[in-house]
T-cell receptor
Framework: GPKVLQIPSHQIIDMGQMVTLNCDPVSNHLYFYWYKQILGQQMEFLVNFYNGKVMEKSKLFKDQFSVERPDGSYFTLKIQPTALEDSAVYFC????????????FGEGSRLIVV | GDSVTQTEGPVTLSEGTSLTVNCSYETKQYPTLFWYVQYPGEGPQLLFKVPKANEKGSNRGFEATYNKEATSFHLQKASVQESDSAVYYCALSVYNQGKLIFGQGTKLSIKP
């Protein structure tokens, strides 16, 4: 089936540093999403993105977070600066239309902030 | 706000027994309902979805009926296999809202 690729698969970073998580969504998809999953807990919506803009973001999407997709390249989640509570697995997803359509998820980027 | 509540896990069953994972949802709008499955080290993947009230979805022996009156979407399987061990998420999306809302997930372990 359609594949969403995420880079890196895991990263360890010092608190206060910047991290960028990269997502290569399904090629003809138009909507992009980031979800956060702390170990053993549920998937929590962070943000969605369409037509070059953030459509909606949750309370978890702090001011230190930003997303972009410059010129149709990777869809990125940047955290600057990182905090200990940012340690989690971040999942990227994409869908052809809005979320009434199926979301396809990547395998996640495990972020450990020390 | 919109929300999804499902059976607390973990759930452990023996191979060949039946499974029910309860899912209830709350929304004032018209949802599409989903069941996703997540295997260790992977992202969630769609098991099936049902966009219309009182219809049933199914895949790989799993099924669920979108019960609008009861606001439920319980997952069932008649005979589970060891390969069904995973975390199962009930989820909903609402028309014109760009997000999928997940339940807390139910971890299922099947003993051979």
């Amino acid at each position: 089936g359609p594949k969403v690729l995420q880079i890196p698969s895991h990263q360890i970073i010092d608190m206060g540093q910047m991290v960028t998580l990269n997502c290569d969504p399904v090629s003809n998809h138009l909507y992009f999403y980031w979800y956060k999953q702390i170990l053993g807990q549920q998937m929590e919506f962070l943000v969605n993105f369409y037509n070059g803009k953030v459509m909606e973001k949750s309370k978890l999407f702090k001011d230190q977070f930003s997303v972009e997709r410059p010129d149709g390249s990777y869809f990125t989640l940047k955290i600057q600066p990182t905090a200990l509570e940012d340690s989690a697995v971040y999942f990227c997803a994409s869908s052809l239309v809005d979320s009434g359509n199926t979301l396809y998820f990547g395998e996640g980027s495990r972020l450990i902030v020390v | 706000g919109d929300s999804v509540t499902q059976t607390e896990g973990p759930v452990t069953l023996s191979e060949g027994t039946s499974l029910t994972v309860n899912c209830s949802y709350e929304t004032k709008q018209y949802p599409t309902l989903f069941w996703y499955v997540q295997y260790p080290g992977e992202g969630p993947q769609l098991l099936f979805k049902v966009p219309k009230a009182n219809e049933k979805g199914s895949n790989r022996g799993f099924e669920a009926t979108y019960n609008k009156e009861a606001t439920s979407f319980h997952l069932q399987k008649a005979s589970v296999q060891e390969s069904d061990s995973a975390v199962y998420y009930c989820a909903l999306s609402v028309y014109n809202q760009g997000k999928l809302i997940f339940g807390q997930g139910t971890k299922l372990s099947i003993k051979p």
